[in-house]
């Protein structure tokens, strides 16, 4: 999903700031510059940043489809490969 669309089909939540008047008008104006809202360029920018520090502190962010993908593998009989079963093994020598 491209950002432009994540934009579009998050309108149901609601995020409300206060600033300064001047920052305000700072904002708006780079939102100009770039040919967005104010509302898509905070977002983009927030977004963008939320999602940094998540992967800086390790959290891994799904969408609902890949969640199911991963649980499905996860939960699903498999049997060790060669590799997996000599990595194991060398998992297990070294600690």
Known sequence: MAFSEAITDMKE???????RPQDK???ERAAELLGLKVSQFIMR???KHAKEVLEEEGVMVLTSEDRKTFVDAF???HKATPYMKRAIKEY???T
Not at 13 to 19: C, D, E, K, Q
Request: charged share 30%; no cysteine; glycine share 0%.
């Open 13 to 19: 939540a609601r995020i409300s700031l206060r600033t």
């Open 25 to 27: 008008a700072i904002i």
């Open 45 to 47: 920018d927030a977004l």
């Open 92 to 94: 297990k020598q070294d």
């Open 75 to 77: 939960l699903s009989d």
